[in-house]
Every structure is written in structure tokens, then in C-alpha cells.
């Protein structure tokens, strides 16, 4: 496998916060139940002008500028998002036009498992083409969500992270696992807007563009998936969960994070969360954080890091890497 390292990184969330306060009143709940039930007392949330290829170029052009790049010095754009810019065309073709990117550029949606899926996606393309390729989470999931709808209104965030990934004589990744179960498609859905079943006045008025979930089969079967990610990709690199030195999860839900902590013997002292600010950014939650620990020096050379995600569909993923590079 030709080597890879990440040279570049960088996040973008709207400026407008909507508290666990102001979600308290909405709901008529009181905000310590809502903390107790998911670890979030902010997001950040998209205002007019502001979408997912917005967020989209502006954690991509951060990226960039970190790893002392431009568009043009790209040769793949990889963009995760369940929350497309529209239909057609992809969001990736919006976040090009934005960035100037000089090559080829996709979508991908394996929900919030999507920036992991690209991240094992891009070192396939990058062993087969070694030159850089940028890498970004988008999400916009407020705007899928019913203003009515607690158990969704109460989670999430929108944001997009990014990062670079050029060649090097390195092979940063030590091992992957991913995988999906199509039979649980149900679990979160959106259900009017595709093939299936296209927009109509009908839909609208039923509300079936916004996501709906079933929380309680959502909740073990992320659990169910994520620990058993973790311990393939885990097994596959031959190290111990002791051993990982920064765990950085899909920031869904912090009983989630906990649960499968406690599962995999993995330390919650090196556990990775913003979740408390962002809520769940969906794609662009794992990106984000990693940025985050990166920019606060968390990340030092020759750290385990295990990035670790489930999504809708269901779908979930994992990889570990070796850091080494451009921590210092």
C-alpha cells in the first residue's frame, strides 16, 4: 500500500448557537433532562445564505491553507454528506467550483459513518494515484429535522471538517474495518424527496421530508456496530484497546460514546468530544473533532488515533492510524 499523511486539516460551524435552553422551552422539558439524555448543551446551526457545500468549502479552504495548498494541487475531492447541497448535481461539484479543485470529485453518503467511509475510500484512490486528495464531512442536518420533533430537535448540529492527505514514504494507516446491514434502513429515514417516493404537495403537507428515528433501535444497534468495528480494526492491527492514545468517535450521543467505552475496555480519559458544543454534526463530527485536537496539540508523532463511526442505513466504520509528521 503506497503511504499517505495528513498534511492539512480544518473545521467550519455556523456562528448561530441554539442552545439546550432554548430547545427546554421549546419542548417543554427542563435542559438538565436534555443533557442527561445526550451530553449536548449547544449546536451550531445554519442561517440563511449558509449551506453543506458552504461549510463545505470553508473547512476545505482551511484545510488547505494548513498543508500549504491550493485547489489546483488537488487531484481527487471527496465529499461526504447526507444532507446534499440538491439532488443533482452532487455537492462536490459546488465545493470544487468554490475551491478551484484541479481533478476529479464524488459524494459520498454512508450517513454519519460517510467521513470514514471516504477517509478508507481516498487511501485506495491515493494508492493507485499517489497525489493529494481532499477529504470533507459536510453536514446540515437541522434542516432535515421537524421544528415539532424532541428526540431528534434535541441532537443535532450542522458542520463540515476537512483534511488533506498527501503521499509520503509512511503508511499512517494500520488497519480499517467497514460495514453495513441494508435490513435496518428504517431505524432513521427520510422517507419523501427520492425515487421512491418524489416530492409532492401530499408529502410536504405529511411532513415526510424531515427525518424520522426510531431512537431506542438506533441506540443498541450503534452500540452493537461500533464496538464490533472497534474490536475488527482493532484485532486486525494486532493492538490492545489500552494501547489507542486518542479515541475519537462519532459524536452522536454521549450514553453512546459511554457505552461503547465500557464495551472495548477503551480509556475514556483519551476519549475525544466536543459534543457538548456542536451536538452531532453527523459526517462532519469526526472531522471536526479531530481538527480540534489537532489545533490543541492533543495529537503528538507516533500516537494511536482510532476514528470510529455509525450512521443510518445502518452503516459504521473505523480506522486506526499510526500519527506521525504534522502534529509538531
Same mark, same amino acid.
Given at each position: 500500500?503506497?503511504?499517505?499523511?495528513?498534511?492539512?486539516?480544518?473545521?467550519?460551524?455556523?456562528?448561530?448557537?441554539?442552545?439546550?435552553?432554548?430547545?427546554?422551552?421549546?419542548? %417543554?422539558?427542563?435542559?438538565?433532562?436534555?443533557?442527561?439524555?445526550?451530553?449536548?448543551?449547544?449546536?451550531?446551526?445554519?442561517?440563511?445564505?449558509?449551506?453543506?457545500?458552504?461549510?463545505?468549502?470553508?473547512?476545505?479552504?482551511?484545510?488547505?491553507?494548513?498543508?500549504?495548498?491550493?485547489?489546483?494541487?488537488?487531484?481527487?475531492?471527496?465529499?461526504?454528506?447526507?444532507?446534499?447541497?440538491?439532488?443533482?448535481?452532487?455537492?462536490?461539484?459546488?465545493?470544487?467550483?468554490?475551491?478551484?479543485?484541479?481533478?476529479?470529485?464524488?459524494? #459520498?453518503?454512508?450517513?454519519?459513518?460517510?467521513? #470514514?467511509?471516504?477517509?478508507?475510500?481516498?487511501? %485506495?484512490?491515493?494508492?493507485?494515484?499517489?497525489?493529494?486528495?481532499?477529504?470533507?464531512?459536510?453536514?446540515?442536518?437541522?434542516?432535515?429535522?421537524?421544528?415539532?420533533?424532541?428526540?431528534?430537535?434535541?441532537? #443535532?448540529?450542522?458542520?463540515?471538517?476537512?483534511?488533506?492527505?498527501?503521499?509520503?514514504?509512511?503508511?499512517?494507516?494500520?488497519?480499517?474495518?467497514?460495514?453495513?446491514?441494508?435490513?435496518?434502513?428504517?431505524? *432513521?429515514?427520510? *422517507?419523501?424527496?427520492?425515487?421512491?417516493?418524489?416530492?409532492?404537495?401530499?408529502?410536504?403537507?405529511?411532513?415526510?421530508?424531515?427525518?424520522?428515528?426510531?431512537?431506542?433501535?438506533?441506540?443498541?444497534?450503534?452500540?452493537?456496530?461500533?464496538?464490533?468495528?472497534?474490536?475488527?480494526?482493532?484485532?486486525?492491527?494486532?493492538?490492545?484497546?489500552?494501547?489507542?492514545?486518542?479515541?475519537?468517535?462519532?459524536?452522536?450521543?454521549?450514553?453512546?460514546?459511554?457505552?461503547?467505552?465500557?464495551?472495548? %475496555?477503551?480509556?475514556?480519559?483519551?476519549?475525544?468530544?466536543?459534543?457538548?458544543?456542536?451536538?452531532?454534526?453527523?459526517?462532519?463530527?469526526?472531522?471536526?473533532?479531530?481538527?480540534?485536537?489537532?489545533?490543541?496539540?492533543?495529537?503528538?508523532?507516533?500516537?494511536? #488515533?482510532? *476514528?470510529?463511526?455509525?450512521?443510518?442505513?445502518?452503516?459504521?466504520?473505523?480506522? *486506526?492510524?499510526?500519527?506521525?509528521?504534522?502534529?509538531?
Amino acid at each position: 500500500m503506497s503511504g499517505f499523511e495528513i498534511a492539512g486539516w480544518g473545521m467550519a460551524v455556523p456562528e448561530r448557537v441554539l442552545t439546550s435552553v432554548e430547545l427546554a422551552e421549546r419542548f %417543554g422539558v427542563d435542559e438538565e433532562w436534555i443533557v442527561s439524555r445526550c451530553g449536548i448543551r449547544e449546536r451550531r446551526i445554519v442561517e440563511e445564505g449558509q449551506t453543506t457545500a458552504s461549510l463545505a468549502i470553508e473547512a476545505g479552504r482551511r484545510a488547505l491553507e494548513r498543508a500549504g495548498l491550493t485547489g489546483a494541487d488537488i487531484a481527487h475531492l471527496i465529499v461526504a454528506t447526507a444532507t446534499p447541497e440538491q439532488l443533482s448535481p452532487a455537492t462536490s461539484a459546488f465545493v470544487h467550483h468554490g475551491l478551484g479543485i484541479a481533478g476529479s470529485a464524488h459524494d #459520498v453518503n454512508a450517513e454519519c459513518s460517510g467521513w #470514514v467511509y471516504g477517509l478508507v475510500t481516498a487511501v %485506495g484512490l491515493m494508492a493507485m494515484d499517489p497525489r493529494p486528495i481532499l477529504l470533507i464531512g459536510s453536514d446540515t442536518h437541522s434542516l432535515t429535522v421537524n421544528p415539532a420533533d424532541r428526540d431528534l430537535g434535541i441532537l #443535532v448540529g450542522d458542520g463540515a471538517g476537512a483534511v488533506v492527505l498527501k503521499p509520503s514514504p509512511e503508511n499512517w494507516l494500520l488497519s480499517w474495518n467497514l460495514g453495513a446491514d441494508g435490513s435496518r434502513a428504517d431505524s *432513521l429515514k427520510v *422517507l419523501a424527496g427520492g425515487s421512491r417516493m418524489p416530492t409532492t404537495e401530499d408529502t410536504v403537507r405529511a411532513g415526510l421530508h424531515y427525518a424520522k428515528i426510531n431512537g431506542n433501535e438506533i441506540y443498541l444497534n450503534a452500540v452493537r456496530f461500533s464496538v464490533q468495528t472497534v474490536r475488527a480494526t482493532l484485532e486486525s492491527a494486532k493492538v490492545k484497546a489500552a494501547d489507542v492514545d486518542h479515541i475519537v468517535p462519532h459524536q452522536a450521543n454521549i450514553r453512546i460514546i459511554n457505552s461503547i467505552l465500557s464495551h472495548t %475496555g477503551l480509556d475514556p480519559e483519551r476519549l475525544v468530544t466536543n459534543l457538548d458544543r456542536y451536538g452531532n454534526t453527523a459526517s462532519g463530527s469526526i472531522p471536526i473533532a479531530l481538527a480540534e485536537a489537532l489545533d490543541a496539540g492533543r495529537v503528538k508523532n507516533g500516537d494511536l #488515533v482510532l *476514528l470510529a463511526g455509525f450512521g443510518a442505513g445502518m452503516t459504521w466504520a473505523s480506522v *486506526l492510524l499510526r500519527w506521525g509528521g504534522v502534529s509538531k
